[in-house]
C-alpha cells in the first residue's frame, strides 16, 4: 500500500491542524493504521492508532484529549486531528500502517511494514 501524508503546517501554539493520509494499491480496510512523529536526532514516537474497522483508537499519554485519530474505509483516508497544540508537538509526522499487528503491538513504529513520506507541523510559542 502507498500512503501519502499532508495537512501539516505553521500554527501559533492553542491552535489546530488536521492531518490526512490517503491510501492507495490495496485494500484500506485491512490495515492498522498509525501516526508517528520524529525530531531530528530523536527516534520515532508514537502518536496514534486506529484499528481496521475505525472502532478502536489509541493514544499517547501526551497527546490524549488533544488529538483524534480518525478513518473513512471508503474514502481511504486517515486522519489526525490536532487542537491546543504545543510547541513540543512540532515535528514531522508519518502515517503508517501494517496488516498484521494486534492491538499491543499499535504502537511500536519498527512493526509496520508500510509509511508515507512525512509532513511537518510547526508550532510557534
Known amino acids: 500500500v502507498q500512503l501519502q501524508a499532508s495537512g501539516g503546517g505553521l500554527v501559533q501554539a492553542g491552535g489546530s491542524l488536521r492531518l490526512s493520509c490517503a491510501a492507495s494499491?490495496?485494500?484500506?480496510?485491512?490495515?492498522?493504521m498509525g501516526w508517528f512523529r520524529q525530531i531530528p536526532g530523536k527516534e520515532r514516537e508514537f502518536v496514534a492508532a486506529?484499528?481496521?474497522?475505525?472502532?478502536?483508537?489509541y493514544y499517547a499519554d501526551s497527546v490524549k484529549g488533544r488529538f483524534a485519530i480518525s478513518r473513512d474505509n471508503r474514502k481511504n483516508t486517515m486522519y489526525l486531528q490536532m487542537n491546543n497544540l504545543k510547541p513540543e508537538d512540532t515535528a514531522v509526522y508519518h502515517c503508517?500502517?501494517?496488516?498484521?499487528?494486534?492491538?499491543?503491538?499499535?504502537?511500536?513504529?519498527?512493526?509496520?511494514?508500510?509509511w508515507g513520506q512525512g509532513t511537518l507541523v510547526t508550532v510557534s510559542s
Open positions: 503508517a500502517a501494517d496488516r498484521g499487528l494486534i492491538v499491543s503491538s499499535y504502537g511500536r513504529a519498527e512493526l509496520y511494514d508500510y
Open positions: 494499491g490495496r485494500t484500506f480496510s485491512d490495515y492498522v
Open positions: 486506529i484499528n481496521r474497522s475505525g472502532g478502536s483508537t
